[in-house]
């Protein structure tokens, strides 16, 4: 028995199963509406693997006007909908629930435009995030964000949850990069959010549908900017003896006006387990180490460098290692961004995503391990230190109900760590099941109340994705 | 007629007099420093809720690149505090003085509420990039908090970019919080002379395409400031950095003719008077229009609109901001306009005219009857009475 509830399923939905699988098999071509159990298995989690449960249908849409068609039903008879890009939520955004039917957007996977001299792109939100980034590199380009999981994840989760990445302390996350959107509401209808403008025409919907975890609508294409490679990029690790040192470090760096591209904070656990899958050269004989990376020409680099190399000897710097190839730095990253995977291999984790103000690091980092110590578990950090987004990933054993309640209630006390610490409860995995619960540890009744209403005018009868973000109690409409 | 004023010197005030409001049906127009009251449809309202009272920077944290500052905080302020440890607002918010011929001191707070940008918007991203977080006092006289102090936070709809140039007809902006960046060591710009504006814009989307990070790609037709047209180039950076990237980037815009770089002296003025639309200011009878497309669409857009109106114009953003001055009669060509923006995409807000005028006509973009609904929709979810700028925006 694991804690997040789920709302109690409608027993009036399950009793008309067949009627609605019926429904939608007359919307769409039968390859789209999956019914059966077997296939159906394959949708009911997401990379939040420790709940699941099992969706009344799922439906995989080939165009926007066929989502639209799906919701105009879905919304006629009452059926709720779970959103699904391509399930690799941390936070069970993706989730389904029994008495839900499941939109996945993976047949709409095309890049529909790409124009270099406005500088965009526009694509359905089924592609992967990686997969923009491949189309333009050979030109030059590419799309900022990048979340850890860019091979599989999709634009349309990316949207939802406004994504970062290790990248975004100089890029932004995908706000900052999205120009407009295509999004079907749940009535069906279809609405242009933005466009290929910088700024919004009226009220900006666009900064509050991005993010919104799919209860808004469901976003079927995107126009994305693209930027302009640098000429040259190079990460480069520090080893220090402490975590203290290593986030002194990092304010220092900020402090002395040097924003980097990227840095990437790992302790011992996690350099261990890192290097161990992907034989990167990290220093095993730290207790922490950044991973920094610096853009721009030869010469540029070499300076930019030269300037954070004496801000890290000033915080006692051990090891100073920079790439020397394109494939020691493809190393680098790949150790970096298979710090998820690397650790599933060793142990089953919950990955936290608290964001904390820089200047709280290194309390918060020794208080995190205080707190998961005190439960009887082991953690590893690993994390966007430049903007203070932070990454425990508290190891447990998933066939252990003990323990899997331990790991939770020593993450749900890290979050309101980071909270108390003027942070909040997530930086770029979004809300979900997961921290549902914690909203109101963040936020007022009335601040909750006006995100709520916010939300109804969307979505009044609460179909969309409805047992995730907020408190399943006191729902106002 | 004088309006009554009502300066409230803390939220907790604000908020109980809003709830007065709200209950006897009154309504009210929100004032920063005045120096923007042009903007958005005249107001018509009972009383002036002025954010004089509300001042002071709360919490500055410059190893962190965060500022708070309650809403009427002076701007100027702001930028001292920030300025002296180096650092400033990323997004280089216009001021309206200039165009308006308004007195008075721009406001923190308006620059949030009225989500004001300026050149480097292309590259750093816009006011509503840098806004992490708000309170305010929302038409039921609550006090609402939305984002926070921190650069990553998506816990729960974002609010913040919904207030961030909502012109205050969702609520009274009591706080903001911004992100700053470290301000660049050098500023250098090139300048390339003589191109019409397809080609100039051709030049900036090359110049914007390139890997040396432009902060300002600018294009000022001949006769506006001088006889010929300049095109304008800024890369901001460490010194050694902006000399290398200006002569790299010389390179590729060979083909339009040749460049030169302008001494700072020159140059900074020249940005600023970009930022704020001042080539565009006089005649103060003028009516001022602000055009956003796709850069290469600009160009295209003003070319349409020569075919029936009379105007001056400037490119920022690359061309994917067109300032129009035209005269202000009739309906100051907002069917011409608005036409182009049909047909070419994007959307036009009428920044600058009569009272009269702008009453009359839309002076931000019509929307799609869905988005409207949604606006006022969400107008009713924060202030279901009314109480807040009525008539600003839409609703």
Same mark, same amino acid.
């Given at each position: 028995m694991t804690h997040i509830a789920f709302p109690l399923p409608d027993p009036s939905i399950l009793s008309?199963?067949?009627?609605?699988?019926?429904? &939608?098999?007359?919307?769409?071509?039968?390859?789209?509406?999956?019914?059966?159990?077997?296939?159906?298995?394959?949708?009911?989690?997401?990379?939040?693997?420790?709940?699941?449960?099992?969706? &009344?249908?799922?439906?995989?849409?080939?165009?926007?006007?066929?989502?639209?068609?799906? &919701?105009?039903?879905?919304?006629?008879?009452?059926?709720?909908?779970?959103?699904?890009?391509?399930?690799?939520?941390?936070?069970?955004?993706?989730?389904?629930?029994?008495?839900?039917?499941?939109?996945?957007?993976?047949k709409m996977n095309r890049i529909l435009e790409v124009d270099y001299a406005n500088r965009l792109a526009r694509v359905q939100t089924g592609v992967t995030n990686l997969s923009i980034t491949d189309a333009v590199m050979p030109d030059g380009f590419f799309y900022a964000p990048d979340p850890s999981s860019q091979l599989a994840c999709t634009i349309a989760g990316n949207i939802a949850m406004n994504s970062g990445g290790a990248h975004c302390l100089k890029y932004g996350v995908t706000i900052n990069n999205v120009l407009g959107v295509r999004m079907v509401l749940i009535d069906g209808t279809i609405v242009d959010i933005g466009g290929d403008a910088l700024d919004p025409a009226g009220l900006d919907l666009l900064g509050l549908v991005v993010g919104s975890e799919g209860q808004l609508g469901i976003v079927t294409e995107a126009t994305v900017r693209l930027l302009r490679a640098a000429e040259g990029a190079r990460p480069v690790l520090f080893g220090f003896d402490s975590s203290?040192?290593?986030?002194?470090?990092?304010?220092?760096?900020?402090?002395?006006?040097?924003?980097?591209?990227?840095?990437?904070?790992?302790?011992?656990?996690?350099?261990?387990?890192?290097?161990?899958?992907?034989?990167?050269?990290?220093?095993?004989?730290?207790?922490?180490?950044?991973?920094?990376?610096?853009?721009?020409?030869?010469?540029?680099?070499?300076?930019? &460098?030269?300037?954070?190399?004496?801000?890290?000897?000033?915080?006692?710097?051990?090891?100073?290692k920079e790439s020397r190839s394109a494939m020691e730095t493809a190393q680098i990253w790949k150790g970096r961004k298979s710090a998820f995977g690397a650790t599933g291999r060793v142990a089953d984790y919950i990955c936290m995503d608290g964001t904390v103000p820089t200047s709280q690091l290194v309390r918060v980092l020794a208080r995190t391990g205080e707190i998961v110590k005190s439960y009887g578990l082991r953690v590893a950090n690993v994390f966007h230190a430049g903007d203070g987004n932070m990454h425990p990933l508290i190891l447990y054993n998933v066939n252990d109900p003990a323990e899997q309640a331990k790991a939770e209630a020593a993450g749900n006390d890290i979050l309101r760590l980071c909270v108390d610490a003027g942070g909040c409860l997530t930086g770029e995995h979004g809300v979900g099941i997961e921290k549902r619960d914690l909203m109101r540890h963040q936020f007022s009744e009335v601040d909750l109340h006006q995100q709520m209403r916010v939300r109804a005018v969307f979505d009044p009868d609460w179909l969309l994705n409805p047992a995730k973000v907020f408190p399943l109690e006191g729902r106002v409409q | 007629m004088t309006l009554p004023v009502a300066a409230p010197a803390s939220e907790q005030e604000a908020a109980e007099f809003v709830r007065d409001c709200a209950a006897g049906r009154k309504t009210l127009r929100i004032e920063g420093g005045g120096t923007r009251a042009g903007f958005g449809r005249p107001v018509e309202a009972d009383a002036i809720l002025s954010t004089r009272a509300l001042t002071g920077v709360t919490l500055y944290e410059p190893a962190e690149l965060v500022i708070s500052a309650r809403a009427g905080t002076p701007l100027s302020e702001i930028e001292v505090a920030i300025g002296a440890n180096n650092q400033m607002l990323p997004?280089?918010?216009?001021?309206?003085?200039?165009?308006?011929?308004?007195?008075?001191?721009?406001?923190?707070?308006?620059?949030?509420?009225?989500?004001?940008?300026?050149?480097?918007?292309?590259?750093?991203?816009?006011?509503?990039?840098?806004?992490?977080?708000?309170?305010?006092? *929302?038409?039921?006289?609550?006090?609402?908090?939305?984002?926070?102090?921190?650069?990553?936070?998506?816990?729960?709809?974002?609010?913040?970019? $919904?207030?961030?140039?909502?012109?205050?007809? $969702?609520?009274?902006?009591?706080?903001?919080?911004?992100?700053?960046?470290?301000?660049?060591?050098?500023?250098?710009?090139?300048?390339? *002379?003589?191109?019409?504006?397809?080609?100039?814009?051709?030049?900036?989307?090359?110049?914007?395409?390139?890997?040396?990070?432009?902060?300002?790609?600018?294009?000022?037709?001949?006769?506006?400031?001088?006889? *010929?047209?300049?095109?304008?180039?800024?890369?901001? *950076?460490?010194?050694?950095?902006?000399?290398?990237?200006?002569?790299?980037?010389?390179?590729?815009?060979?083909?339009?003719?040749?460049?030169?770089? $302008?001494?700072?002296?020159?140059?900074?003025?020249?940005?600023?008077?970009?930022?704020?639309?001042?080539?565009?200011?006089?005649?103060?009878?003028?009516?001022?229009?602000?055009?956003?497309?796709?850069?290469?669409?600009?160009?295209?857009?003003?070319?349409?609109?020569?075919?029936?109106?009379?105007?001056?114009?400037?490119?920022?953003?690359?061309?994917?901001?067109?300032?129009?001055?035209?005269?202000?009669?009739?309906?100051?060509?907002?069917?011409?306009?608005?036409?182009?923006?049909?047909?070419?995409?994007?959307?036009?807000?009428?920044?600058?005219?009569?009272?009269?005028?702008?009453?009359?006509?839309?002076?931000?973009?019509?929307?799609?009857?869905?988005?409207?609904?949604?606006?006022?929709?969400?107008?009713?979810?924060?202030?279901?009475?009314?109480?807040?700028?009525?008539?600003?925006?839409?609703?």
């Amino acid at each position: 028995m694991t804690h997040i509830a789920f709302p109690l399923p409608d027993p009036s939905i399950l009793s008309r199963r067949d009627a609605i699988v019926i429904g &939608l098999q007359a919307i769409l071509p039968n390859e789209c509406v999956i019914s059966s159990e077997n296939e159906r298995r394959a949708y009911e989690t997401d990379a939040l693997t420790a709940y699941r449960r099992m969706p &009344l249908a799922v439906v995989l849409p080939r165009t926007t006007e066929e989502v639209s068609a799906v &919701l105009k039903f879905c919304s006629q008879e009452g059926v709720k909908v779970v959103p699904r890009g391509a399930g690799t939520s941390l936070s069970g955004g993706a989730i389904p629930q029994e008495d839900a039917i499941v939109v996945g957007v993976s047949k709409m996977n095309r890049i529909l435009e790409v124009d270099y001299a406005n500088r965009l792109a526009r694509v359905q939100t089924g592609v992967t995030n990686l997969s923009i980034t491949d189309a333009v590199m050979p030109d030059g380009f590419f799309y900022a964000p990048d979340p850890s999981s860019q091979l599989a994840c999709t634009i349309a989760g990316n949207i939802a949850m406004n994504s970062g990445g290790a990248h975004c302390l100089k890029y932004g996350v995908t706000i900052n990069n999205v120009l407009g959107v295509r999004m079907v509401l749940i009535d069906g209808t279809i609405v242009d959010i933005g466009g290929d403008a910088l700024d919004p025409a009226g009220l900006d919907l666009l900064g509050l549908v991005v993010g919104s975890e799919g209860q808004l609508g469901i976003v079927t294409e995107a126009t994305v900017r693209l930027l302009r490679a640098a000429e040259g990029a190079r990460p480069v690790l520090f080893g220090f003896d402490s975590s203290e040192d290593a986030g002194g470090c990092v304010a220092a760096v900020i402090g002395a006006g040097i924003v980097p591209v990227a840095m990437e904070f790992m302790d011992k656990p996690a350099i261990e387990i890192c290097e161990a899958f992907a034989h990167a050269g990290y220093p095993l004989d730290v207790e922490a180490m950044l991973i920094i990376e610096v853009e721009g020409s030869e010469t540029e680099m070499a300076t930019q &460098l030269g300037k954070i190399i004496d801000i890290a000897k000033a915080h006692g710097v051990r090891v100073v290692k920079e790439s020397r190839s394109a494939m020691e730095t493809a190393q680098i990253w790949k150790g970096r961004k298979s710090a998820f995977g690397a650790t599933g291999r060793v142990a089953d984790y919950i990955c936290m995503d608290g964001t904390v103000p820089t200047s709280q690091l290194v309390r918060v980092l020794a208080r995190t391990g205080e707190i998961v110590k005190s439960y009887g578990l082991r953690v590893a950090n690993v994390f966007h230190a430049g903007d203070g987004n932070m990454h425990p990933l508290i190891l447990y054993n998933v066939n252990d109900p003990a323990e899997q309640a331990k790991a939770e209630a020593a993450g749900n006390d890290i979050l309101r760590l980071c909270v108390d610490a003027g942070g909040c409860l997530t930086g770029e995995h979004g809300v979900g099941i997961e921290k549902r619960d914690l909203m109101r540890h963040q936020f007022s009744e009335v601040d909750l109340h006006q995100q709520m209403r916010v939300r109804a005018v969307f979505d009044p009868d609460w179909l969309l994705n409805p047992a995730k973000v907020f408190p399943l109690e006191g729902r106002v409409q | 007629m004088t309006l009554p004023v009502a300066a409230p010197a803390s939220e907790q005030e604000a908020a109980e007099f809003v709830r007065d409001c709200a209950a006897g049906r009154k309504t009210l127009r929100i004032e920063g420093g005045g120096t923007r009251a042009g903007f958005g449809r005249p107001v018509e309202a009972d009383a002036i809720l002025s954010t004089r009272a509300l001042t002071g920077v709360t919490l500055y944290e410059p190893a962190e690149l965060v500022i708070s500052a309650r809403a009427g905080t002076p701007l100027s302020e702001i930028e001292v505090a920030i300025g002296a440890n180096n650092q400033m607002l990323p997004f280089e918010p216009m001021d309206h003085r200039a165009l308006y011929g308004s007195a008075g001191e721009p406001t923190i707070g308006a620059v949030a509420a009225c989500g004001v940008s300026g050149p480097r918007r292309i590259q750093q991203g816009a006011a509503r990039d840098h806004l992490l977080g708000v309170r305010l006092v *929302n038409g039921r006289g609550e006090i609402v908090q939305s984002g926070g102090r921190v650069m990553k936070n998506v816990t729960g709809l974002d609010l913040v970019k $919904l207030s961030c140039g909502a012109h205050g007809t $969702l609520g009274l902006l009591s706080e903001v919080t911004f992100k700053l960046r470290p301000k660049a060591e050098r500023t250098g710009t090139l300048a390339i *002379n003589g191109l019409d504006d397809a080609r100039a814009i051709a030049a900036l989307s090359a110049a914007l395409g390139s890997p040396f990070e432009v902060s300002g790609a600018a294009h000022l037709p001949a006769g506006l400031i001088g006889a *010929n047209a300049c095109t304008l180039l800024r890369i901001e *950076n460490f010194a050694d950095s902006v000399a290398y990237r200006l002569g790299e980037l010389a390179k590729p815009l060979e083909r339009f003719g040749p460049s030169r770089r $302008l001494e700072d002296m020159e140059s900074l003025p020249l940005w600023r008077d970009i930022r704020d639309a001042a080539p565009l200011s006089s005649p103060r009878r003028d009516a001022i229009w602000r055009i956003s497309v796709a850069p290469t669409r600009g160009p295209q857009v003003v070319a349409s609109l020569q075919k029936s109106l009379s105007f001056r114009h400037f490119y920022d953003w690359g061309g994917g901001l067109v300032w129009v001055a035209c005269a202000a009669i009739d309906d100051a060509g907002a069917a011409v306009i608005r036409a182009a923006t049909k047909q070419f995409g994007g959307h036009a807000t009428l920044v600058r005219a009569p009272d009269d005028l702008r009453a009359l006509i839309d002076v931000f973009e019509p929307q799609a009857s869905a988005l409207m609904q949604i606006a006022r929709g969400l107008k009713a979810s924060f202030d279901p009475a009314g109480v807040f700028n009525p008539g600003r925006m839409y609703v």
